[in-house]
């Protein structure tokens, strides 16, 4: 298990980075780094685990070789979750052992993402490995809640780039229309003043 693979996944701002070990075929195994680490956590570890499996060791966004997102946009824990579902979903695993490592304090541990995803998809995660953490902890009564309203926002998210198409063309009368449409307490005069500053013309439309 001493060689591995470079792989890249496409995100929205770039691509996730990634480096693999052993056979394809073997059981999955992604691994998440620590607190301003990166893939490379993994590779004294992985030589010493079971060669039947398939370890991806993930470059959260702006660490490793892993795209930063964009000036000014904020790196928050939810965000990294998100990032571990890309990559579930770009390698097809439908389900996987999840091992997340880190030596931070806990509320700044990316081991905190492991059970976190975890947590929100359960029915994605075989086996939870957590090195140096100390788990995911939640209030019982909030625990509804959090999964519920967590879970729809990534899923949401992933749905709407998943869709993402080529803005349509429309003359400016037809953009009103659509924009009066989706907004019931618009005026003709208020949609029209706001495509003045909210819309894009093109020689299409």
């Known amino acids: 298990l001493g060689m591995f693979t470079e792989l890249k996944f496409p995100v929205p701002w770039g691509h996730i980075a990634a480096k693999a070990w052993g056979p394809l075929e073997g059981h999955p195994v992604l691994c998440l780094h620590g607190w301003l680490d990166n893939a490379n956590t ?18 959260f966004s702006g660490h490793g070789l892993s795209s930063h997102r964009p000036a000014g946009c904020p790196y928050h824990f939810l965000d990294y979750v998100t990032d571990v579902r890309r990559v ?9 052992t999840l091992m ?33 953490s100390l788990g995911f902890l939640l209030a019982p009564e909030d625990t509804e809640a959090w999964l519920k309203s967590k879970r729809r926002v990534i899923d949401r998210l992933l749905s709407l780039e998943a869709k993402q198409q080529t803005p349509k063309a429309r003359s400016p009368e ?14 003709a005069e208020g949609g029209a003043i706001l495509l003045q500053r909210g819309a894009t013309e093109t020689p299409a439309g």
């Open 174 to 187: 037809a953009a009103l229309q659509r924009l009066l449409e989706a907004n019931s307490h618009l005026t």
């Open 100 to 132: 997340g490592h880190s030596m931070g304090n806990f509320f700044f541990s990316y081991c905190f993402i492991s059970p976190q995803f975890c947590f929100l998809y359960p029915e994605m995660v075989d086996k939870l490995i957590l090195l140096e």
């Open 42 to 59: 993994f590779d004294k570890l992985i030589p010493l685990l079971p060669r039947g499996c398939y370890y991806v060791a993930m470059d």
């Open 88 to 96: 579930a979903a770009a390698l097809q695993w439908r389900r996987f």
